[in-house]
């Protein structure tokens, strides 16, 4: 077995196609385990996971050697799985919501992650929060909000580059 876990998140936007493309990279690059926000559908498979609302899906590579996930926790635009040794939480929470709401999510998350403890974590996904920590230009009230979380969970932060992974006609953001 590997040492390293090879995973990738993605907003998807609900896009056929970008959906396919993020299924053909899995494949392509011998991704271990995804995280799509905003999937196009959360397909019923056993190597996938939704949450309630069809805002996020975890999904796990299909092969012989493959890991099966297991679902423990569905809710909101949060989805958490045991893949193997590991807890893997799926989170989105959309732009349009306000502070005091992901304030609220973000305390229910950390209640879910030290459930799942003492399993190594693996939380991926799309908070929409700008944070310095994982090259946002600008730090912003949701991102203050998620590194006191982190920090308070010791979860260790693994984003890298400054590359824009979300761009629009009206600026971008590095997820």
């Known amino acids: 077995m590997r040492k390293w876990v090879q995973t990738r998140r993605g907003n ?3 896009c056929a196609g970008a959906q396919d493309l993020f299924l053909q990279s899995l494949a392509q690059w011998s ?3 995804g995280v ?3 999937p196009y559908f959360v397909a019923p498979r056993p190597n996938w996971a939704g949450d309630l609302d069809g805002s996020v899906a975890v999904i ?3 092969g012989a050697d493959s890991r099966p996930l297991h679902t423990i926790r569905r809710g909101s635009g949060y989805v958490a799985v045991v893949w ?3 807890a893997v939480v799926g989170v989105y929470f959309s732009p349009s919501r306000g502070l005091a709401e992901f304030e609220s999510f973000m305390a229910e998350l950390e209640a879910l992650v030290r459930t799942l403890s003492p399993r190594p974590v693996i939380v991926l996904g799309d908070l929409n929060a700008k944070s310095t920590a994982w090259g946002e230009p600008a730090t912003d009230r ?3 909000l998620l590194e006191e979380w982190a920090l308070g969970l010791d979860l260790a932060l693994l ?3 400054r590359v824009h992974t979300c ?3 009206n600026g971008g953001s590095i997820v």
């Open 12 to 14: 998807l936007n609900h």
């Open 167 to 169: 761009v629009r006609q």
């Open 159 to 161: 984003n890298r580059g």
């Open 142 to 144: 949701r991102g203050e």
């Open 60 to 62: 796990s590579a299909l």
């Open 31 to 33: 991704i271990d385990i």
């Open 84 to 86: 193997g040794p590991y």
């Open 36 to 38: 799509a926000a905003e």
